[in-house]
């Protein structure tokens, strides 16, 4: 059964801590999206990556960075955290259309 | 920045009853997805959408793609409580695989 892996269902961090939340998909992927999720707010597009070593922002990459070393690990990482980062963090891949998501980190930074 | 709205928000409905769920945009889209979303999961695909006017079905949900391929309808028939869930749209423009999400409607099929 194909799937995307995220690593962590639920994290807590402190405030100015480094984050990192891995995602490994083994459906040989060429794409790879961070998004996250707040109510109200719906999905929302951090970064994402087309190829190995690629990255490009998406919609809100500030306070973001990401990592994609290898073709199946797609890395988020928060530089310094804050509490304005608190939320569900969902990772996707997809070959052409269609996503197939991970089943997200909830991230509650105090 | 592009947006895709969605409507209602919020549906509680009895089951056996038919519903539709609304998806709209004042941009056009190469393809619109629909997922549903379970508490604590990731969303997952329900349907990709490609051709303006486009219909599939997939047994009792229909989905509809707009002719002008900037809206996007989902109609559910005799809602059961297994429906139950938070439903996404998702467009993409030519040329990209990035995907806009809609805000969500929230559905609860009472039984």
């Known amino acids: 059964d194909v799937k995307v892996t995220q690593s962590s269902r639920y994290l807590v961090k402190r405030t100015g801590e480094k984050v990192f939340l891995e995602c490994v998909q083994d459906m040989d992927h060429e794409n790879m999206f961070w998004y996250r999720q707040d109510p109200g707010l719906g999905l929302r597009l951090i970064y994402f990556s087309y190829d190995v070593k690629m990255k490009e922002k998406g919609d809100i990459p500030e306070g973001y960075s990401v990592s994609r070393e290898k073709k199946e690990r797609f890395s988020l990482i928060l530089e310094s955290a804050s509490t304005n980062q608190t939320s569900m963090y969902l990772c996707a891949s997809s070959k052409t259309y269609g996503y197939t998501f991970g089943s997200g980190t909830r991230l509650t930074v105090v | 920045t592009q947006l895709l709205e969605q409507s209602p928000q919020f549906l509680s409905i009895q089951e056996g009853e038919n519903l539709t769920v609304y998806c709209n945009s004042s941009?056009?889209?190469?393809?619109l997805q629909w997922y549903r979303q379970e508490p604590g999961e990731g969303p997952v695909l329900l349907v990709t959408v490609v051709t303006g006017g486009e219909v599939k079905k997939l047994k009792r949900l229909t989905f509809q793609f707009g002719d002008a391929r900037k809206d996007s309808s989902l109609h559910i028939t005799a809602a059961q409580p297994g429906d139950t869930g938070l439903y996404l749209c998702a467009g993409a423009t030519s040329g990209t695989y990035k995907y806009i999400f809609g805000t969500g409607t929230r559905l609860k099929v009472l039984a």
């Open positions: 941009s056009v889209f190469s393809s």
